[in-house]
């Protein structure tokens, strides 16, 4: 069982938004930077945000972030069939990763 | 352009012995934490191992402490795993990465570690 939690599956049509969830605590989220990752079908994860909010070069600014004491989200805006794969969630805090929610795009 | 490349996953016994490397390439090797990372099979990432650029600092997931070493040569451009006494939970893919910004920025394409007898 994860430090980070997440929910195991979520679903939106495309154009729609999305909102993945990442719950720990204080000491798990709050004073540790959060990232989010992409993974593909087959594929290595992939970077989508880095220090809470930071897009890397080359993320559409569909992909944001934001973190709270407790708990960071990452919001998806106008989706696409592409967006289906796996997100999880990371605290720098022992670099854990959060369960991983599978994204439908109905 | 950035690339990782990772080389020397196989089959193996349980107690047995694998060494995994990563070739870095299109980046100053030596400027960077590196980590390895695994997944198991239907399973989230885990973090397994990360080094310091100069190699004098090395931390590990607990399950892995005392089995596990990771190791680096900034001349060859390469980091290494070394992998014993290895068990059946430890059957994964296992990615090498880049650290920055707090976050593993780059991604290998992966190792498989197949842990059977």
């Known amino acids: 069982q994860s430090v980070l939690t997440q929910p195991p599956s979520v679903s939106a049509a495309p154009g729609q938004k999305v909102t993945i969830s990442c719950s720990g605590s204080?000491?798990?989220?709050?004073?540790?930077?959060i990232s989010w990752y992409q993974q593909l079908p087959g594929t290595a994860p992939k970077l989508l945000i880095y220090?809470?909010?930071k897009r890397p070069s080359g993320i559409p600014d569909r992909f944001s972030g934001s973190k709270s004491d407790t708990s960071a989200t990452l919001d998806i805006t106008g989706l696409q069939t592409g967006d289906e794969a796996n997100y999880y969630c990371?605290?720098?805090?022992?670099?854990?990763f959060g369960g991983g929610t599978k994204l439908t795009v109905l | 352009e950035v690339q990782l490349v990772e080389s020397g996953g196989g089959l193996v016994q349980p107690g047995g012995s694998l060494r995994l490397s990563c070739a870095a390439s299109?980046?100053?090797?030596?400027?960077?934490?590196m980590s390895w990372v695994r997944q198991a099979p239907g399973k989230g990432p885990e973090w397994v191992a990360n080094?310091?650029?100069?190699?004098?600092?090395?931390d590990y997931v607990d399950s892995v402490k005392g089995r596990f070493t990771i190791s680096r040569d900034n001349a060859k451009n390469s980091l290494y795993l070394q992998m014993n006494s290895l068990r059946a939970e430890d059957m994964a893919m296992y990615y090498c990465?880049?650290?920055?910004?707090?976050?593993?920025?780059?991604w290998g394409q992966g190792a498989l570690v197949t842990v059977s007898s």
């Open positions: 990465v880049r650290e920055d910004g707090w976050s593993f920025e780059h």
């Open positions: 299109g980046f100053m090797f030596g400027g960077y934490w």
């Open positions: 080094i310091r650029q100069d190699g004098g600092e090395r």
């Open positions: 204080s000491s798990s989220i709050g004073d540790h930077y």
């Open positions: 220090e809470n909010h």
């Open positions: 990371v605290t720098w805090a022992r670099k854990v």
